[in-house]
C-alpha cells in the first residue's frame, strides 16, 4: 500500500511534539519499493533488523549456524525443515518479490547470477567475469548487485585506500548476511560437506565477517569495514575503521593516521 506513506505523514506533522506513534516492518529497504513517492524524510527513523547473531543462537545449535544460516525462523524450529525454508525464501523473496519491485528481466538469468555469487562468496568481485558467464551486460550485473545489497542479501567490502576515488573503482568482495543462503545455492546440506568441501574456508570467512558487520549494524555503529590488498596479493581480510575507541577490543593504531584500526589476518 504505497500510498500508506502520505497519510503518515500527514499524520506526523499534525502532531511533530510526539514520536514513535508508528512502526513499520518489512523485509526490505521501503525506499527501493515501487510506486512510493513519499520518503517520509525528515520524520522517519531506519532500523536494520539482520538474521540472528552469534550470541542471540541457543548455545546448542550454534555450532550448526555456520552452514544452516541465522534466520529467525530457522532457529526458532531448531534448523528442522530448514531447506525447505530457505527454498521458499529464495523462490519467494529473491526470485519473485523483488523482480515484482525492480526491473530484474530475465528471471533464469538473474537465479543463475545469484548462484553464481554464492560461488564466489568471501571473494573479490569481478563484474566482467560475471557478465560474460551469464550473457549480459556489466551493467545489468552492477545494477543486480545493486538490487541484492539494497535487500539486505549480500553485502561489500571495498579496498581500503588513502585515495577514496580508489575504494569505488578497486574491486570489492561480495558477502552474503546469511551463510543458510549461500549453503542452499551451492550444495552444502550437511555438517560433513561443510567441513571437507571446497566452499568451507570461503563459508568460514564469510560467516565471521557477515558476523562483525551484523553487529556493527545493530548496534548503529559508524565503524566502517574494508580489505587489504597488494599488487602482489598479500591480504589482509578485514580493517574495521573506528571512528570512536572501544577499548572491548585490543586496538592498534595505524601510523599517520588519526584513526584507530582492528586488523584480522588470514591464518
Not at 199 to 215: C, P, Q, R, T
Request: with cysteine; charged share 20%.
Amino acid at each position: 500500500m504505497p500510498e500508506l506513506f502520505n497519510y503518515l505523514k500527514m499524520s506526523v506533522d499534525e502532531n511533530r511534539e510526539k514520536n514513535g506513534r508508528f512502526v513499520i516492518t518489512g523485509s526490505g529497504q521501503f525506499s527501493f519499493v515501487r510506486d512510493i513517492t513519499e520518503s517520509l524524510a525528515g520524520r522517519i527513523g531506519l532500523l536494520s533488523l539482520l538474521p540472528f547473531q552469534f550470541s542471540e543462537i541457543p548455545a546448542g545449535l550454534r555450532a550448526e549456524a555456520v552452514y544452516r544460516g541465522s534466520y529467525p525462523e530457522v532457529v526458532r524450529t531448531g534448523y528442522q525443515n530448514a531447506q525447505d525454508w530457505y527454498s521458499a525464501y529464495l523462490e519467494i523473496f529473491v526470485l519473485r518479490d523483488i523482480k515484482s519491485l525492480v526491473n530484474i528481466g530475465d528471471l533464469h538469468d538473474f537465479r543463475h547470477f545469484i548462484t553464481l555469487l554464492a560461488a564466489q562468496t568471501s571473494q573479490l568481485l569481478n563484474y566482467t567475469d560475471l557478465s560474460r558467464s551469464i550473457g549480459v551486460s556489466v551493467s545489468t550485473v552492477r545494477r543486480w548487485v545493486s538490487v541484492l545489497e539494497a535487500a539486505y542479501v549480500i553485502f561489500l567490502l571495498p579496498p581500503w585506500y588513502q585515495n577514496l576515488g580508489k575504494r569505488i573503482i578497486k574491486s570489492p568482495k561480495v558477502y552474503f548476511y546469511d551463510n543458510g543462503l549461500v549453503c542452499l545455492l551451492t550444495g552444502v546440506t550437511t555438517r560433513e560437506l561443510y567441513d571437507k568441501g571446497p566452499m568451507a574456508g570461503s563459508l568460514f570467512e564469510n560467516y565471521v565477517i557477515a558476523e562483525i558487520m551484523k553487529n556493527i549494524v545493530h548496534s548503529h555503529a559508524s565503524d566502517q569495514l574494508f580489505l587489504y590488498r597488494t599488487s602482489h596479493g598479500e591480504e589482509i581480510d578485514l580493517i574495521i575503521d573506528r571512528s570512536t575507541e572501544n577499548r572491548s577490543l585490543k586496538l592498534r593504531k595505524r601510523p599517520h593516521s588519526g584513526h584507530r584500526w582492528f586488523v584480522i589476518s588470514k591464518c
